[in-house]
């Protein structure tokens, strides 16, 4: 019952809110990650864009309006990690607030010695577990029509979303039942105690950012899979092989389409 219900809700949203046939072809000759989608996928991922485009308030902050072009920027690179996952993997959260550039963020944070320190850090994006997504319009901008490898704020913060979908954001996201935790659990940990390793000896092969916790390993490595799957795969091949298997897309063949 609870399923016929939902494809009727889906069908009727995307019969009264489907987007305009000029906003598609344009996303979809200006955004480099869409280029190279097969017919499948490319009508999946308008059908699910469409959908969270709905499910989503998306506003701008700071006097930056928000224009339907903009809104499906983010929600159709938001929704391309979801290609192949559960529908409902972006369910729970229902605000995206977006800033024309970096924000800070005001915390309080105690040291090894406990001793509290201010802190007012800048920002391109945030992800609260149980809340609002926050991204800056100038980071979406610089990552969604050029490439930059290994560098792509929305499917940073959406990755974290997947992540926090075992009640936890710490870089173990819901895995597939043909998915051993076993494995997914000693290619990451491999991957990310190699890149301590190679940081403390003043080596880099990708962002050093990944070093800060397992959460942001993952997510970042996620920016990798979808923005420069050939890095990835050089440095971090286990992981890659897992990540495949996780969003259940092979990036890499897409790569060279």
């Not at 006097?63 to 290609?83: D, H, N, P, R, Y």
């Not at 990755?159 to 009640?167: R, S």
Request: overall charge neutral; proline content about 5%; glycine content about 6%.
């Amino acid at each position: 019952m609870f399923s016929r219900l939902r494809r009727f809700l889906v069908l009727r949203t995307l019969r009264r809110h489907g987007l305009p046939d000029h906003l598609w072809r344009k996303l979809r000759k200006e955004l480099y990650l869409l280029h190279n989608l097969d017919t499948r996928q490319a009508v999946e991922l308008r059908k699910l864009t469409t959908l969270l485009l709905q499910e989503k308030a998306i506003h701008g902050v700071q006097g930056l309006e928000m224009t339907l072009e903009m809104k499906a920027v983010i929600a159709s690179q938001a929704c391309l990690i979801t290609l192949e996952l559960d529908p409902a993997s972006f369910d729970g959260w229902k605000e995206l607030i977006v800033y024309p550039d970096t924000f800070k963020v005001e915390r309080t944070v105690t040291d090894e010695y406990g001793v509290a320190h201010h802190q007012a850090s800048p920002l391109s994006g945030e992800s609260w577990q149980n809340g609002p997504l926050i991204l800056s319009w100038a980071d979406v901008l610089r990552d969604s029509y050029k490439r930059q490898p290994g560098s792509h704020v929305i499917i940073h913060e959406f990755a974290h979303k997947l992540d926090a979908l075992n009640g936890r954001v710490n870089g173990m996201p819901p895995l597939h039942p043909d998915m051993p935790v076993e494995e997914w659990t000693n290619a990451l940990s491999k991957a990310y105690e190699h890149l301590l390793r190679q940081l403390e000896a003043g080596k880099q092969s990708i962002n050093p950012y990944a070093a800060t916790n397992p959460a942001e390993f993952f997510a970042v490595l996620s920016e990798y899979f979808f923005t420069a799957p050939d890095v990835l795969k050089q440095h971090c091949g286990e992981v890659y092989g897992q990540l495949a298997a996780y969003y259940r897309q092979d990036t890499l063949s897409r790569l060279h389409n």
